[in-house]
């Protein structure tokens, strides 16, 4: 594993995926954020949790871009289609699994089925994410796809 | 503040421009009408598109009512010294009270909307039965309503990636793209609703006591926010109201402040006199700037003087005359034929096509802003550079001919109040320039302008034959403005010709106790009497030592108010009801500098003519 590579391809990954999905939410094709999502497990206040949740989306894209390298070492080496493809499945993943359970992991996250509660007062992100707009699913495989292209390309073992 | 009846709900109308209460939070404001309908809302800013413009077609609109069902007695008011609204209704079975607010505050420990808009109707005594009738309709009525049910994620209507989403403590039920519910409150009984707005993920209100704690949060906010006050004489409610409606319609990240709340509501009912005002005019920037520093309000001043040189470089030495909240000038303008318009005042015109247009007098304003911020705050070296460049713009530009104050469509011409506008411009230079600042400009030619400008206007914007200042050079017509001559430190209010003017203007210009027309353009084409210029001639009165005249000007006008104290634009001088779009800053900062100018003796009025 070249592992200075990795972090200069990782955080330039993570940087790029963190902008498309901000320049979705602005171009209003979603309303998700993810960096406040994570901000708002550390803070109520919503300006504060954006800046503190940027930082640990940079930290998560560096962390998950491990797991694509180590992919590519499996899988035969890198290839942008190889990137593209565990982009996919990463996008999948979080859409599927990952964002309907956030309730359960989020400590200011309402429930679909309870609440709210004094704490608990985020609107949760249902399947797909489809509570934070019809567009949300294409916005985040989009921006996966593209992270995992960006490693695909540029990473060399 | 004076209590007015009236019963609602007897026959479906639609409520007068008169008959609105605004709230807002700094960044938008909806309208109430008495019978408890919202029927104007924008979000997420001042200028967006109306989630609700009922007031503009009642049919396509869109509005959220809640009330009681049958007549009843209406009384409101604003809670003390807060933009809270209480409607108090008085049914023949029991007292419901609708208590209305966009929040500004919570203390609570949990994630905020961006916006939050809270009513909750409380029975008093007796028994009331309450309907909900909830009818957003996006973009104007543009955009077609899917209102979405979804428990305790609220009722959800999405336009793109914004959300708006009711939560209640009623249930709801979803007819024809409307929400609506019934309920009986008995006393000690209380139902509270919230409509939120989301560009980000949202987050879901809590009601009951939450509710109670969010609404006494926002009255501390505006209690707060109204501290500094110093002002202590007569008139504080007038003032109070004021200065609270000033900042509804100030955006709070900036300071900007708005024209007004609305687009197109008519200056004259049914005719086509129907502008976009939810935009900043430079024009209101002196007015304002001396308001705030006057009343104890530094922070808002210098805020507000901020946005004002901030926004302007972007032009810089040229002027637009309105920009928007973020300091951009707005798009095209652009006429919304679907809407029915307010009593049928057609178009409805959203933006404003004035923005391009040449008015001299802005210079005058902004310098003159500029120099209070100097004299309260200080100025740094760039604001120097910037002034700099606008004295020279009017030293090129003077002699022009141009739209003038009221902005008129047609050809350019030579406006007297643009003239002293453009002395006032080189005049605070000089002043800025005694005091060891705007280094830069030709202190020579500054000068000698000055005093051709001084000329110019002395040999040609007096008519002899009507022994009087004109609105034009040349003409025979009168205009309010020209009583600002004082107030710019051009001419002493006690000299012959100011008072002639005053004069003349008093017989041709004076729409009844109090009430006063722009000009004679604006006498022949029906418009409504304008309310700054009551404030205009109450300032004129003061400084030449016409005090009891002046007083009683001043109180007819503040009997024109609505019954919480608000203006919009103009009176119509039979019915004494507002017209124009609503609430109007410019006529609560003119009467904000009236109520000073009152509470000052003469001799002071008179020193703080000018600049400081």
């Known amino acids: ?157 | 503040m004076r209590a007015v009846h009236d019963l609602v709900g007897e026959m479906p109308r639609t409520p007068t421009i008169q008959e609105h209460a605004a709230i807002g939070d700094g960044r938008s404001v909806a309208l109430v009408a008495r019978d408890g309908a919202l029927d104007w809302l924008c979000w997420p800013v001042f200028d967006s598109p109306a989630i609700f413009a009922g007031l503009l077609d009642p049919e396509r609109g869109g509005a959220w009512r809640i009330g009681p069902i049958g007549p009843a007695r209406v009384t409101r008011r604003y809670r003390d010294d807060t933009n809270v609204l209480e409607t108090r209704f008085e049914t023949p079975s029991g007292v419901a009270v609708l208590t209305d607010l966009m929040c500004v505050e919570d203390a609570t420990p949990r994630p905020h909307s961006s916006h939050e808009l809270l009513r909750r109707v409380a029975c008093e005594r007796g028994h009331v039965e309450i309907e909900l009738v909830f009818a957003p309709r996006p973009a104007f009525g543009r955009h077609p309503p899917r209102l979405q049910p979804t428990g305790h994620l609220g009722l959800r209507c999405e336009v793109g990636a914004m959300l708006h989403a009711l939560h209640g403590e009623r249930p709801v039920e979803v007819v024809d793209q409307r929400a609506v519910a019934r309920f009986v409150l008995a006393a000690g009984d209380a139902a509270a609703f919230s409509l939120t707005y989301d560009d980000d993920i949202a987050a879901i209100p809590l009601l009951g006591a939450h509710a109670c704690e969010r609404i006494e949060a926002t009255c501390r906010a505006w209690r707060r926010w109204l501290s500094p006050l110093t002002y202590d004489g007569p008139d504080r409610d007038v003032v109070v109201r004021g200065l609270l409606a000033t900042k509804l319609l100030s955006f709070a990240p900036s300071g900007a402040v708005i024209a007004a709340a609305t687009t197109s509501l008519p200056e004259r009912v049914g005719a086509d006199l129907n502008w976009d005002y939810r935009f900043c005019w430079l024009r209101d920037a002196s007015f304002t700037a001396r308001a705030f520093f006057d009343l104890g309000f530094h922070d808002d001043a210098v805020a507000f003087c901020g946005w004002l040189l901030h926004t302007t470089r972007l032009t810089r030495p040229e002027l637009r005359i309105l920009y928007d909240v973020y300091g951009r000038p707005p798009a095209s303008e652009e006429e919304l034929p679907e809407l029915a318009g307010y009593r049928g005042s057609r178009p409805v015109r959203i933006r404003n096509g004035a923005s391009t247009q040449l008015q001299l007098d802005c210079y005058g304003e902004v310098l003159d802003a500029a120099t209070w911020l100097h004299a309260n705050a200080g100025l740094d070296r760039e604001i120097e550079k910037l002034l700099a460049d606008f004295g020279g713009f009017v030293l090129a530009n003077w002699r022009r001919p141009d739209h003038g104050i009221w902005e008129e469509r047609g050809a350019p011409r030579h406006r007297t109040h643009s003239r002293v506008l453009s002395w006032v411009a080189l005049d605070r230079l000089l002043q800025l320039r005694a005091r060891g600042l705007a280094r830069r400009i030709d202190l020579d030619a500054v000068a000698r302008s000055r005093a051709e400008i001084r000329d110019d206007i002395v040999a040609h914007a007096w008519n002899p034959a009507i022994a009087s200042y004109t609105d034009v050079y040349g003409s025979s017509t009168l205009d309010a403005s020209v009583l600002l001559l004082p107030w710019y430190g051009f001419e002493d209010a006690r000299s012959t010709r100011m008072a002639a003017t005053y004069r003349a203007i008093a017989q041709r210009l004076c729409a009844g106790p109090g009430l006063y027309w722009r000009n004679e353009d604006g006498l022949r084409v029906g418009e409504g009497a304008f309310g700054i210029c009551s404030a205009w001639v109450v300032d004129y009165l003061v400084r030449a030592e016409r005090h009891a005249e002046a007083r009683a000007v001043f109180d007819a006008f503040v009997r024109c108010a609505n019954d919480v104290g608000l203006f919009g634009e103009e009176v119509d001088p039979a019915t004494r009801e507002a017209l124009g779009n609503f609430p109007q800053a410019y006529t609560h900062v003119g009467l904000l500098s009236a109520a000073l100018a009152l509470a000052r003796r003469p001799a002071q009025v008179a020193r703080a003519g000018g600049a400081r």
């Open chain 1, 1 to 157: 594993m070249n592992v200075g590579a990795w972090l200069v391809w990782g955080l330039g990954a993570t940087i790029v995926l963190t902008t498309l999905l901000a320049g979705s939410q602005g171009l209003g094709l979603t309303r998700m954020n993810l960096p406040y999502v994570l901000g708002a497990m550390v803070t109520t206040d919503r300006d504060r949790a954006k800046v503190l949740g940027i930082a640990m989306h940079v930290v998560n894209g560096w962390v998950f871009s491990a797991v694509y390298v180590a992919a590519f070492h499996v899988w035969g080496g890198p290839a942008w289609w190889k990137g593209a493809l565990v982009g996919a499945v990463h996008a999948a993943f979080v859409l599927v699994v990952v964002m309907p359970a956030l309730p359960g992991m989020h400590p200011r996250m309402a429930s679909e089925t309870r609440g709210p509660t004094v704490v608990r007062g985020l609107e949760p992100p249902g399947f797909l994410a489809m509570h934070y707009g019809a567009r949300t699913p294409v916005s985040v495989v989009l921006a996966h796809v593209v992270f995992g292209i960006i490693l695909g390309t540029f990473y060399r073992a």
